[in-house]
């Protein structure tokens, strides 16, 4: 994760995010909140976009190509070293309860939390409880009249006018090609993180955050004094921001924590690789990983190696 973890969100709720759906839209979206340290359940099963593919070829990273069964296993993967409960599971309704919001699946699941994200490409029945007409419209097909979930509804930085409720997917934007979708799930998270941030205190645009570590190495002398992003922080403060001048200290501490651990040494950075590539080929099928070392091992012998 990217720093000392945020301290969880709202006791009061189970969840500080629930998502709905583990495609491309709601895994990359889980990545982005868990790794704000904020507690995330991703519920995922039903209709699937993705699932109808034959095989993807278009999602950069994949030269030649990857099968849909191994992709899934990657993102849910992912979202859950970033942190995020992947759970088998139907979200049947969601609806407001205490200033967050109650969602019931179809295994009995009953979760509350804080803010939901709606990543379901198809669907959208479950926030039918929400009673606002117009998240739904009316389409006809082969002359019948149907209701879908209209993708005008969110805006384009995925809220929506019920607070705390984000729609990733379906959308206008975003929906036609999965590397698409999941840079939409990105950037649903970031704005809903931006918001979190701003409950916790922070006033914008203090509430940015770069989900990103860097290089010790590009730590200056200037950048490695505490007293330097005090200033930095002091001078990104708007006026009339409201806040304490004890509350401004401890978000600013918290903030430096934060950013300071984002810098990693040049071992941290070869042990991350390292890892990295073992958690690859831990999802390549075993017949394939072993076929393949026999040959590095047979080149190895016959260029006189050991
Ligand atoms: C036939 C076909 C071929 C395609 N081929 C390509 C291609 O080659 N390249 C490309 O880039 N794109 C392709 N696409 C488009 C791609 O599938 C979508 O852009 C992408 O999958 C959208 O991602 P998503 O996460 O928003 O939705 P989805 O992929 O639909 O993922 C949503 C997830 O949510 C789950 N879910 C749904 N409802 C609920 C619920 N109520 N509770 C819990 N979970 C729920 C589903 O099981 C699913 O796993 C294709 C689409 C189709 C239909």
């Keep these: 994760?990217?720093?000392?973890?945020?301290?969880?969100?709202?006791?009061?709720?189970?969840?500080?995010?629930?998502?709905?759906?583990?495609?491309?839209?709601?895994?990359?979206?889980?990545?982005?909140?868990?790794?704000?340290?904020?507690?995330?359940?991703?519920?995922?099963?039903?209709?699937?976009?993705?699932?109808?593919?034959?095989?993807?070829?278009?999602?950069?990273?994949?030269?030649?190509?990857?099968?849909?069964?191994?992709?899934?296993e990657l993102l849910h993967d992912h979202a859950a070293e970033a942190g995020c409960a992947v759970v088998s599971d139907l979200v049947e309704s969601v609806e407001r309860e205490d200033g967050g919001f109650a969602v019931e699946t179809q295994d009995g699941r009953r979760v509350t939390a804080r803010r939901v994200v709606a990543a379901t490409r198809y669907g959208g029945e479950y926030l039918r409880g929400f009673g606002d007409e117009a998240m739904f419209e009316t389409y006809e097909y082969d002359g019948e009249e149907r209701h879908r979930f209209d993708r005008s509804y969110p805006e384009h930085d995925g809220t929506t006018p019920i607070e705390g409720l984000y729609v990733a997917s379906p959308s206008r934007a975003a929906d036609r090609q999965a590397i698409i979708a999941a840079g939409r799930g990105a950037r649903v998270a970031i704005t809903?993180?931006?918001?979190?941030?701003?409950?916790?205190?922070?006033?914008?645009?203090?509430?940015?955050?770069?989900?990103?570590?860097?290089?010790?190495?590009?730590?200056?002398?200037e950048w490695s004094d505490r007293d330097r992003w005090r200033e930095h922080f002091r001078d990104r403060l708007p006026?009339?921001?409201?806040?304490?001048?004890?509350?401004?200290?401890?978000?600013?501490?918290?903030?430096?924590?934060?950013?300071?651990?984002?810098?990693?040494?040049?071992?941290?950075?070869?042990?991350?690789?390292?890892?990295?590539?073992?958690?690859?080929?831990?999802?390549?099928?075993?017949d394939i990983v072993l076929e393949a070392a026999q040959e590095l091992e047979a080149d190895r012998r016959s260029s006189g190696g050991d």
């Design 1 to 72: 994760m990217g720093g000392p973890a945020a301290p969880r969100e709202n006791a009061e709720f189970d969840r500080d995010v629930v998502i709905v759906g583990g495609g491309p839209t709601g895994s990359t979206a889980g990545v982005f909140t868990a790794r704000y340290g904020l507690d995330t359940v991703i519920f995922d099963r039903g209709r699937s976009s993705i699932q109808r593919c034959a095989y993807l070829e278009n999602f950069p990273g994949f030269p030649a190509g990857i099968d849909i069964e191994t992709l899934y």
């Design 239 to 286: 006026d009339g921001h409201g806040r304490s001048e004890e509350r401004l200290a401890e978000l600013c501490e918290h903030e430096i924590d934060r950013r300071l651990a984002t810098y990693i040494p040049a071992d941290e950075r070869e042990r991350r690789a390292e890892r990295g590539q073992r958690r690859l080929v831990a999802h390549i099928d075993d």
């Design 192 to 221: 809903l993180v931006e918001e979190a941030r701003g409950d916790r205190g922070y006033p914008e645009p203090l509430t940015d955050r770069y989900d990103w570590v860097r290089r010790e190495s590009a730590l200056d002398d």
